[in-house]
């Protein structure tokens, strides 16, 4: 069972634009969500993380964006440059205890010039 | 800092043939963590160690794999016999429990062909 669900599986943006890619947890008892950004060849590398206490982190460009009620959250690339093409992935896990993290199955984000 | 370190980077085997990843976690982190990431399924953990110590190991496919963390600067993960289905990309993280004690350190992977 996916314990976090991640969309789109692919996505295209245009220089400037916003990219948004959104997940969606069921376990109520995580309250740790990073995001993670994977080079082609390299392994992923955490980006940003939110914990459950703010709806909203933002670090330059990007933004994570948390819905605690909904049980989702997304991150948004403002002014997605070429650079940024990558595949995103969100995952989730509890700060305390078993706290491995539950990722999602990724997002292949291309920016075109 | 030389960061995790996995070897190999590249491993071409054929069908039956026993397989073994070699990771070496960041110095100073106690926890280590090993992926496999396909296509199909995403990043999947296969198990982690805590102090040298497998905590979860549910991740594991079957009987076929196992890992072992001797100490704390060494770990292995080894397929016997290898399968085609195995084919993949296999990442070790390691964590600190210092600082943002939730940060996963990745390797640069090894990917596997089965052949």
């Known amino acids: 069972q996916q314990q976090v669900k991640q969309s789109p599986q692919s996505l295209i943006v245009q220089k400037g634009g916003i990219s948004i890619i959104n997940c969606a947890y069921e376990?109520?008892?995580?309250?740790?969500f990073p995001w993670y950004q994977q080079f082609p060849g390299k392994g992923p590398a955490l980006l940003i993380a939110?914990?459950?206490?703010?709806s909203e982190k933002k670090e330059g460009r990007f933004t994570i964006s948390f819905n605690k009620s909904a049980k989702q959250f997304s991150l948004h690339i403002m002014d997605s440059q070429p650079g940024d093409s990558a595949t995103y992935f969100c995952?989730?896990?509890?700060?305390?205890?078993?706290?491995?993290?539950?990722f999602g199955t990724g997002t292949r984000l291309t920016v075109i010039p | 800092d030389a960061g995790v370190i996995q070897s190999p980077r590249h491993e071409v085997t054929e069908m039956g043939q026993e397989v073994t990843l070699r990771c070496k976690p960041i110095?100073?982190?106690?926890?280590l963590f090993w992926y496999r990431q396909t296509m199909m399924r995403g990043l999947e953990l296969l198990i982690y160690?805590?102090?040298?110590?497998?905590?979860?190991d549910s991740g594991m496919p079957e009987d076929r794999f196992s890992a072992k963390m001797p100490n704390a600067s060494f770990s292995t993960l080894k397929i016997q016999p290898s399968e085609p289905r195995d084919s993949a990309v296999y990442f070790c993280?390691?964590?600190?429990?210092?600082?943002?004690?939730?940060?996963?350190?990745f390797g640069p992977g090894t990917r596997l062909t089965v052949l």
């Open positions: 993280a390691s964590r600190t429990r210092q600082g943002n004690y939730n940060e996963q350190f």
């Open positions: 376990n109520t008892a995580f309250d740790y």
């Open positions: 939110i914990r459950p206490d703010v």
């Open positions: 995952a989730a896990s509890k700060e305390t205890g078993a706290n491995n993290l539950f």
């Open positions: 110095s100073g982190h106690n926890s």
């Open positions: 160690f805590n102090n040298n110590v497998p905590i979860d």
